[in-house]
């Protein structure tokens, strides 16, 4: 009978909690599907006297992390505390040096640390394993790295961050507005400690940094990505674009071109009775093009107590199996730079602009379009009681750079009455 595989816990929030509920919920039969007993050691939290709803007397406490990850009674050193730098990081390095493999939820530390650290870990014939740092219970770094291995992937794009989704879908089904919508957010809980994160879309490209270095071979390059959060979508917004049979999604689009690796998140256009226009509420949704399998569409929760400490498991569960990959699907030290591209590739996109209502502004905005290359597809001017009149454009496709270029020029003409919204319709 091989030894127990004992773990080390760092951070006991929703996601610590479930997996020890997990652990002992489950300990017959994760014995039985890896051949060996999973065992909690030591756990480390700022406040050991909380109550988390769990008894934790059993194990050991560390107040330190960083002495957690050293601790010789340890096989697996589990970071579930977050955040880019600090404890999450130097624990993370500690316990690489002291021969423990890691398991971790941490998306922004791999988004801007990942490559350094594989490298540690590889060289040190360690794992790291991250399943539960993009898009909770779904299995996407597993569908990547193993499923698809086969597969030359063209591109990966998604849903990956359920409090924008939320905010997006409510919003069209409960007539509420942004701001309404954010509060209720914070009410139940919904968004990180910084918002900024989530609505900003910082979240949901940390994740996108992640799929884009195991689809395409590259290193994480978080800094090359184009973001843009849902801040300055409005009610309007969403009705002008259901009238057209689309819906409007944070969405995450990385992509091989000739110039380089395109990789942004903003909020776009996609079809309403495409699988991405239909994710409702809280749910992500991941879509993997590949040459061989064509398209995949993985869809589940994506975050929660539950989902994410299920991908935590499956991590731990691979290690107990003595199940070996690098970190990002190959060799750190083969992974190429990301060489960014700016996100240019054509596209029609959707233009909302607030005009006064007086002649020859739509003739400058014509002119600002056509100066740019941009053609018009079709336009609507809704009907309005201010002096401002709301205009819809949607364009043929174009470039990202004519539609900023134009909508620089509109600025500099003084015929806006108000910042514009300019959205890329993606196709899905």
Not at 219 to 239: C, K, S, V, W, Y
Not at 368 to 385: C, F, K, P, W, Y
């Amino acid at each position: 009978m091989k030894p127990a595989l004992r773990l080390g816990i760092a951070g006991l929030g929703t996601v610590g909690v479930g997996v020890v509920r997990i652990i002992r919920r489950h300990a017959d039969l994760l014995e039985a599907r890896t051949g060996r007993r999973i065992e909690i050691v030591a756990v480390s939290a700022r406040d050991a006297a909380k109550d988390r709803g769990v008894n934790l007397k059993s194990y050991a406490w560390e107040t330190d992390p960083v002495a957690l990850a050293r601790r010789d009674d340890i096989d697996v050193y589990v970071e579930l505390m977050g955040g880019e730098n600090g404890a999450a990081k130097a624990s993370i390095e500690a316990a690489l040096e002291t021969g423990k493999d890691v398991v971790t939820a941490n998306k922004a530390l791999l988004a801007v640390h990942g490559q350094a650290l594989a490298e540690q870990a590889e060289a040190a014939d360690r794992v790291i394993r991250f399943e539960a740092a993009v898009a909770g219970g779904i299995p996407v770094i597993k569908a990547l790295t193993e499923g698809l291995a086969g597969n030359q992937i063209s591109r990966v794009m998604g849903v990956m961050n359920g409090t924008c989704n939320y905010i997006l879908t409510r919003m069209e089904s409960q007539r509420k507005g942004y701001n309404a919508l954010f509060e209720e957010c914070a009410q139940l809980g919904y968004l990180e400690a910084d918002p900024n994160l989530d609505v900003g879309g910082i979240d949901a490209a940390h994740k996108l940094a992640l799929l884009a270095s195991i689809a395409f071979g590259t290193r994480p390059h978080f800094d090359g990505i184009d973001i843009e959060g849902i801040q300055r979508i409005n009610l309007e917004d969403i009705t002008y674009a259901a009238d057209m049979g689309y819906r409007i999604k944070l969405l995450g689009v990385a992509q091989r071109t000739g110039r380089g690796l395109e990789q942004r998140m903003r909020p776009c256009l996609v079809p309403a009775d495409s699988p991405l226009g239909q994710l409702e509420g809280g749910t992500n949704m991941v879509v993997i093009e590949g040459d061989a399998v064509e398209q995949v569409v993985l869809r589940g929760p994506g975050a929660g107590e539950g989902p994410t400490a299920s991908a935590v498991l499956g991590d731990i569960c691979d290690i107990a199996r003595g199940f070996r990959l690098p970190v990002f699907g190959q060799p750190a030290t083969t992974l190429a730079d990301a060489n960014s591209a700016q996100s240019n590739s054509p596209a029609p996109y959707y233009l909302r602009l607030l005009l006064p209502d007086r002649p020859g502004a739509l003739a400058k905005v014509a002119a600002a379009l056509g100066d740019a290359g941009v053609s018009i597809n079709r336009m609507r001017q809704t009907h309005h009681e201010s002096a401002e009149a709301p205009v819809v454009i949607v364009t043929h496709k174009t470039q990202r750079a004519a539609i900023d270029a134009a909508i620089e020029a509109m600025v500099n003409s003084g015929v806006l009455a108000a910042e514009p919204v300019a959205l890329r319709i993606e196709a899905v």
